[in-house]
């Protein structure tokens, strides 16, 4: 056989080889895509930085950082004394508007009085009620109370400061439900839906945690050909902690 023959019989061998390569590496390449680790960090579902409604002194100051509180909790309060005398004031107002007010009803029965008196007497008694209705208002704002139940993960004050309105006090969480973001293939689409189950195994722990996927974000990012999917945890959360990350390994449903 001449040697022309022999280079011809390669170069034939070598092109099989290429087509071969590519059409089977796409295959193979969507057969592995769902092995892949994708990486995700926990974050609550729920989370708030609760701060002052009013300027005052703190009085008290009842968790830390790392406490858990229970929804309705007093987590903090403020000096009204001021605001207390303020009330009692106003409830006295209004007693004496009342009690004009009556005395003035009653010398209309007789015709005794001008209309005008009455309906001053009228008007005095409800500013005098509005006057209380503030009051109270403001004090409903000496204590701030826990929204849901969780955890301090930030005190910004302390006990005894004098704070402004609006001052940031407490960043705290919900430690009862965690959520995921993870980015995956666009490709992916067409069978990671809502519901779907997945596992996610958490670096610091070890273990390995039921989820599944809640939502899928609305924007594809055209350069990495990517999507935002979320997820919750759906098995028992005792002892996980915000900021942990680990591992998501999802696969595509049997057909």
């Known amino acids: 056989m001449s040697s022309k023959v022999v280079r011809g019989m390669h170069r034939i061998g ?12 796409p295959a193979h ?7 892949v680790e994708i990486r995700v960090q926990l974050s ?32 903090v309060g403020f000096d009204c004394s001021v605001y207390q005398a303020q009330l009692n004031r106003a409830n006295a107002a209004e007693s004496g508007a009342r009690k004009k007010l009556e005395v003035a009803q009653r010398l209309e029965k007789l015709n ?21 209705g503030v009051t109270q208002a403001m004090l409903r704002n000496c204590t701030l109370t826990a929204p849901f139940s969780g955890r301090v993960s930030a005190r910004k004050v302390q006990r005894w400061e004098y704070v402004p309105e609006g001052k940031e006090l407490l960043s705290i969480y919900d430690d009862s439900a ?3 973001e993870l980015i995956v293939p666009s490709r992916w689409l067409s069978w990671v839906k809502s519901n779907l189950t997945f596992t996610v ?53 049997a057909k």
């Open 112 to 132: 005794s009085i001008s209309l005008t008196d009455v309906a001053q007497a009228q008007s005095a008694q409800g500013v005098a009620r509005a006057e209380i």
């Open 44 to 75: 609550p579902i729920r989370q708030a930085v609760l701060s002052s409604s009013m300027a005052g002194r703190i009085t008290e100051l009842a968790v830390r950082e790392g406490d858990r509180f229970s929804e309705g909790d007093r987590l």
């Open 201 to 253: 195994r958490l670096d610091e722990t070890g273990g390995d945690y039921p989820a599944r996927v809640t939502r899928i974000g609305s924007v594809i990012d055209p350069l990495n050909q990517s999507v935002k999917v979320f997820g919750q945890l759906t098995g028992n959360t005792a002892g996980l902690l915000p900021g942990m990350s680990g591992a998501a390994h999802l696969e595509p449903p």
């Open 29 to 35: 390449a969507a057969e592995q895509a769902s092995d």
């Open 14 to 25: 070598a092109l099989t080889l290429i087509l071969a390569a590519v059409l089977f590496a």
């Open 178 to 180: 965690y959520e995921l």
